[in-house]
């Protein structure tokens, strides 16, 4: 480990030895306050039909309320470059997968998405509709 | 912090005792090492299981070989072809590939090459070791009983519908992944916090960097595998169709998924090997490595870039154009990377003294296969040409010129080199250079025709094949028979040496790697005393000149 | 050219995608080997110049320049991208079918390939396509991935269930060329081969004069097999057109207003009130046996008019009709055939 | 250097540790570690839900008027509250307050309990719905039956279902840690194990505040 942030450590462990240790009682309840406005908020959103405003709405808020409990519960602002990094870079991953993904469907052939979806102009086939769990399966495979 | 150490009752005995055991002599009942937290002989115990996964996967390769001696069946039906050639694939990739470098010399040498007494969780690594155990034994247990026939990409809806018994290996792997995690969430925190002091991150040895990406791209990449495994295991029992086309769901979207974790897997595999190169040419060649922060940083660049070419599987599935344009250019940047690499390994060797010793005979095997089957894979990341060559024998070569020609030879160099660290012994020298031949010639046998067949048009996972295809096939077969005798040799004068072999000095190589600064064996706390002091570098074989003086070229 | 071909195993050479790529193809396997050769050769001459010549000798300690660092880095990546920009320029020419081509319907099952034409014939495991026309081909799967694989032509599509994929050619030359599945797809997926026999223009005319005249009774099968929309909606849309056939239409309406009968339009899972006070719900048993004793329970409020059906259906027009009636359950059920690339089946004269 | 190691009991540094701040360090990364490889575990399930959200989009909203939205409230209220009381908890152990820690573990027991009990409801109505995944779906309703409605239910159960397997183990290692607490193990300076359950029982609260939305509301 670096020596700096060693010395960090044991500075905090020096604190902590002498008892000198700050409730966060405050600020998690200032949190807990603003998750739950959140929530509140988010309900009321969902409620209003806004089209397609309602996802990004939706989104915009469960981001904040996931900083929220990131950055203070999970003290993720007082936490090490290397720990931040390491959520940076999943958070990085995830819209990576989902932008490509999406990015391929929206872009591909449009008769190579599934048939009955939005982007694709083939009507569905029935089982995709889930009517007749009685039908037997087309595609049976070995012998 | 050196003190430390020794404060702690536990770390280190008082002064004056014998001398410190081997760990291979600390404890000698079985207990002793079904129990063991040390991580080398956890290493030793995985060196074990995995050669026995090896070999499982081998006789799957071989009977595959044997089979393809004429066009039509010659000694098994196609239905046994089929799940011959899936379990030799998902015991190579799962059981051997992807955990060997990392969880052997990974385990055994990364916490002595950053002087740490032993890896951040010890009873974790442990628990990996039995999770590969557990998930090994599922995974074989469904090839007894019926064994998949889906070849190792479960491709659905094939997978979700055949009626071999896929769900028990889908799990094995889900189990076997989430040992991978353990080990290489263990290799982060090592690395970054029981560092010796001295040991900066730019005086790392080169495999603990390697090893380092890997356990980056591991713990990354593996929970999207798992989770994908899961659901494919869980359509093919309940059916619950997400990735069932008869249901509305995507196949397509099954590939990405799991490419988005295969694709880097292909690192987690070779990275580590590039590892094992960087140490065994600057040991033999007896000289720093040329361009060490090249090097260090390329090793995270194919980490990081190789996230962001999955899609390169996929150029043929109906993936949208944009995106294959988009992958392409992408995967041409992992060509870069590992040109980076091969350039500075050639420059490690200009201007030193090279001993021609078994180890860097595979490593000369490795140069040779590691830029032909990297190139070729940069090829297959053009997208036209891969229109041709995609599923066909042009790729089978290409990922085993990757696989065996880079990580199996690098691993065998990584063996050799350490096999004195690791047992105390010497094995012998004439014998290892005839092994390596053996290994070298064998392998070009086997996959040059299987190159050529691609390019011809044979289709992989083909039980017949058309007659034009044969006169390539039965020659890649023989190869494969040459191989499998150099594997075997290898296997008889190690087993003979680890007996019989002469003792070996703590450093016979004399090499300045960290790790040879322990006896051999090593301890069972690695360095006796108090953590161990680095000042200088690792793969550094002179005196550092001053800046000016240096010998640039 | 040819001989590196020729040392490279290429198959023959026979669309004009295979003349465009080849030279790139020839130029990246070359240069891969150049490369490796060149990597190697220079290696071992510094194993050998190099050579460790006495037990303790030291060396020097040698780093790159930034120039040497540069050059290891932009030589391959300048290559690279060469490659990358050939390769996705041809391989956009090759995504995009020009607009004259001729369609042909590709189905992949286990194991078979079967080819229908919207003009007409289809054939199993053999493509008859003509010579110097470019070619879409429209591929969907029964079953599982399959791929579409002619190494002559150096074309390669997926071929997907519940969806549709698109590649085309130009032939070059006539002859007959292999088509290989290349996706695993089961038990006898290495003999899940076809050919492509390319003709010229005007024998390939002829081929389909000849086709057209052929048993019609081959071609019904053919119709009820090659069918590309699932089998489901192609049994309903049997049924539609079996409803006029069988003269349903004269009694019953699809638009929703009652007739004689009862209208299909929402038929399927209703609650019907019968003669005898008690209720029904329509169901696949119900549509079936009303067609066959059409007097054992009739719906309220309706004449015991309708003729039985027995023996003037077999059993799958019956299957088809109570499947067209069961799409009819709701007004937003889209039934028609599909707009698009879907494959329209063979026109019966 | 050697009073901090006096300050705590010897056993508690494991012998191949330099110190106590490196082991606890350690901890907490190995946790982050593990947090990274969940976060991708349930990207995986993002992924399955932006795709078909993205194929199928009527469906998509059709399918979430089917989900209870005040159950599906009330949970993530409850799952909020039970963050807030692990939260406290950590900041107790931080304190070495064994008492309040383990009655503050008492309460988000409670509140993973409430959790399980309205999920449990709503996947029994769910299942005599016959909103199953799969070939399981035997929905009657016809406005429900749009393209991939059973793909729906398949992402809805299985990321619940993953969510409420991590409420579960999660539970677990709270229940480990309450027993901590009640043998008053924890103190200033010795408090990482509560820290990081608690790490784990957040992200269980974070991936739901994704969820809720995703499922529910749109």
């Not at chain 2, 090249?294 to 995270?300: E, F, G, P, Q, V």
């Not at chain 3, 300690?61 to 660092?69: A, C, D, G, N, R």
Request: glycine share 8%; with cysteine; hydrophobic share 45%.
């Amino acid at each position: 480990m670096d020596p700096k942030d060693y010395k960090k450590n044991v500075a905090e462990y020096a604190d902590a030895a002498h008892g000198v240790v700050h409730s966060h009682f405050r600020t998690y309840l200032i949190v807990f306050m603003a998750l739950l406005l959140g929530t509140a908020l988010t309900y009321t959103t969902g409620r209003m039909h806004l089209g397609n405003w309602a996802l990004v709405i939706a989104l915009v808020i469960a981001f904040t309320k996931g900083t929220l409990v990131a950055m203070y519960f999970m003290h993720l602002a007082e936490a090490k470059g290397t720990t931040r990094l390491l959520m940076g870079i999943c958070l990085l991953f995830i819209a990576v997968l989902i932008g490509y993904v999406l990015g391929d469907f929206g872009t591909r052939f449009r008769p190579a998405n599934s048939q009955g979806s939005k982007w694709s102009d083939l009507p569905a086939s029935s089982t995709t509709r889930g009517e007749s769990p009685d039908m037997p399966r087309e595609l049976g495979t070995t012998p | 912090m050196s003190q430390s150490a020794s404060s702690n009752p536990a770390a280190a005995p008082a002064e004056g005792h014998a001398p410190h055991k081997s760990y291979l002599t600390d404890g000698t009942t079985v207990r002793s090492w079904l129990l063991s937290v040390d991580h080398k002989r956890i290493a030793i115990m995985y060196l074990v299981l995995i050669l026995l996964a090896f070999l499982v996967g081998g006789i799957f390769a071989l009977l595959v070989r044997i089979e393809h001696l004429s066009p039509g069946p010659t000694i098994m039906d196609a239905m046994t072809y089929n799940r011959v050639f899936t379990l030799h694939g998902v015991v190579m990739v799962f059981l051997f590939l992807v955990p060997a470098v990392p969880s052997i010399f990974g385990n055994f040498l990364l916490p002595i090459m950053v002087g740490a007494k032993d890896v951040a969780f010890p009873r974790l690594n442990l628990l990996s070791l039995y999770l590969w155990i557990f998930g090994a034994g599922l995974a074989l247990w469904g090839m007894i009983n019926g064994g998949a026939d889906t070849g190792w990409t479960f491709y659905t809806p094939y997978s979700t519908t055949t009626t071999t018994t896929v769900a028990p290996i889908l799990v094995g792997v889900f189990i076997l992944g989430m040992g991978g995690i353990l080990t290489g969430l263990n290799f982060i925190v090592t690395v970054h916090t029981m560092r010796a002091p001295g040991i900066t991150w730019f005086k790392l040895p080169l495999f603990v960097w390697a090893s380092y990406g890997t356990a980056v791209v591991q713990v990354l990449a593996t929970p999207v595998i798992g989770l994908v495994v899961l659901l494919t295991a869980a359509d093919n029992t309940f059916h619950i169709g997400l990735f069932d086309p008869a249901r509305g769901g995507d196949p397509v979207l099954f590939q990405h998924l799991f490419w988005f974790y295969s694709h880097p897997a292909v690192y987690i595999m070779v990275l580590p090997a590039f590892g094992i190169i960087s140490e065994v040419v600057s040991a033999f060649s007896r000289k720093n490595i040329f361009g060490y922060r090249m090097i260090a940083y390329s090793t995270l660049g194919i980490a990081f870039v190789g996230f962001f070419v999955w899609g390169h599987h996929m150029f043929v599935s109906g993936e949208s154009t944009l995106d294959a344009g988009i992958f392409s250019v992408i995967t041409m940047l992992v060509g870069v990377f590992t040109a980076i690499k091969v350039f500075n390994w050639v420059g490690t060797v200009y201007g030193g003294a090279v001993d021609f010793k078994t180890p860097f005979a595979y490593f000369c095997g490795f140069l040779f296969f590691v830029v032909f089957g990297g190139m070729t894979g940069t090829a297959l990341g053009v997208v036209s040409l891969d229109v041709h060559w995609h599923d066909t024998y042009f790729v089978v070569a290409h990922f085993h010129f990757i696989m065996v020609g880079a990580a199996m030879m690098a691993f065998l160099a990584g063996l050799h080199y350490w096999f004195p660290k690791m047992f105390g012994r010497m094995y012998h020298e004439g014998w290892g250079l005839t092994g390596a031949t053996l290994i070298t010639l064998g392998f070009i046998v086997t996959f040059v025709p299987q190159f050529l067949a691609g390019n011809y048009g044979m289709p992989r996972r083909y039980y017949e094949y058309p007659e034009q295809y044969q006169a390539l096939n039965v020659i890649s077969t023989l190869g494969a028979l040459m191989l499998f005798t150099g594997f075997f040799t290898i296997l008889c004068y190690l087993i003979y040496a680890l007996r019989h072999g002469k003792l070996a000095t703590s450093n016979p190589w004399d090499s300045h790697g960290y790790e040879w600064r322990t006896a051999s064996p090593p301890t069972t706390h690695n360095f006796d005393g108090p953590q161990p002091f680095f000042p200088e570098e690792p793969h550094l074989y002179t005196t550092k000149p001053a800046p000016e003086a240096q010998h640039a070229v | 050219m040819d001989f590196f071909k020729r040392l490279l195993f290429l198959p023959e050479q026979a669309s004009t995608f295979a003349s465009k790529v080849d030279e790139l193809h020839v130029f990246v396997l070359v240069a891969t080997i150049l490369a490796s050769i060149g990597v190697g050769v220079t290696a071992l001459y510094f194993f050998f110049r190099f050579r460790r010549r006495e037990r303790h000798q030291t060396t020097e300690y040698i780093v790159p320049t930034v120039m040497t660092e540069f050059l290891f880095v932009s030589v391959p990546f300048v290559l690279f991208l060469l490659w990358f920009a050939l390769g996705f320029r041809d391989y956009t020419w090759v995504q995009t079918p020009p607009r004259d081509a001729m369609d042909v319907y590709v189905l992949g099952k286990q194991w078979m390939w079967k080819f229908s034409y919207p003009e007409g014939p289809n054939g199993v495991n053999v493509l008859h396509v003509p010579a110097n026309r470019p070619v879409r081909l429209l591929m969907t799967s029964r079953d599982v991935i399959h791929s579409f694989f002619i190494p002559a032509f150096r074309i390669k599509r997926d071929v997907i269930p519940g969806r549709y994929t698109d590649t085309w050619f130009e032939a070059t030359k006539p002859g007959t060329y292999d088509i290989y599945c290349t996706e695993y797809c089961g038990l006898s997926h290495s003999k899940m081969l076809a050919k492509v026999v390319v003709l010229k223009a005007e024998e390939y005319e002829n081929w389909v004069k000849e086709q057209r005249m052929g048993d019609k009774q081959n071609r019904q099968d053919a119709l009820a097999d090659t069918t590309l929309v699932s089998p489901r909606a192609n049994l309903a849309q049997q049924g539609q057109r079996l409803v006029g056939e069988a003269g349903c239409l004269k009694c019953h309406t699809v638009d929703g207003e009652q007739h004689i009968g009862p209208t299909f339009v929402g038929l399927y899972g209703r609650e019907e009130r019968l003669e005898g006070g008690e209720t029904i719900t329509v169901d696949e048993g119900y549509i079936t046996q009303s067609m066959m004793v059409p007097g054992e329970h009739i719906v309220s409020g309706f004449p015991n008019v309708m003729p039985t059906y027995q023996g003037k259906l077999h059993s799958m027009e019956t299957a088809a009709i109570v499947e067209y009636i069961k799409s009819l359950r709701t007004r937003d059920v889209v039934n028609t055939a599909s707009k698009g690339p879907v494959y329209e089946p063979v026109r019966i004269q | 250097m050697q009073s901090e190691t006096a300050a705590h009991p010897p056993s508690r540094l494991a012998g191949h540790f330099a110190s106590l701040p490196v082991q606890d360090n350690a901890a907490r990364l190995g946790m982050w570690l593990f947090l990274s490889t969940e976060v991708l575990l349930f990207a995986g399930l993002f992924v399955c839900y932006a795709s078909y959200r993205f194929l199928y989009p009527e469906t998509w909203a059709a399918g979430s008027r089917l989900l209870s939205l005040p159950l599906g409230t009330i949970n993530t209220v409850v799952l909020i509250g039970s963050s807030f009381t692990v939260a406290l908890a950590v900041d107790f152990a931080k304190q070495g307050k064994n008492r309040l820690v383990f009655f503050m573990l008492l309460l988000t027991l409670a509140a993973a309990a409430t959790f399980l009990v309205i999920k449990g409801f709503e996947y029994s109505h769910k299942f005599h719905a016959g909103e199953l995944p799969g070939v399981h779906f035997h929905m009657k309703e016809t406005e429900g039956l749009l393209p991939g409605m059973p793909l729906f239910f398949s992402v809805y159960f299985a990321a619940t279902g993953l969510h409420a397997l991590h409420v579960i183990i999660g539970a677990g290692v709270l229940t480990w840690m309450a027993l901590k607490a009640w043998r008053n193990h924890f103190s200033v300076g010795n408090y990482v194990a509560m820290e990081n359950a608690g790490l784990y029982w957040h992200l269980v609260d974070l991936v739901w505040i994704f969820l809720y939305p995703l499922l529910y509301l749109i």
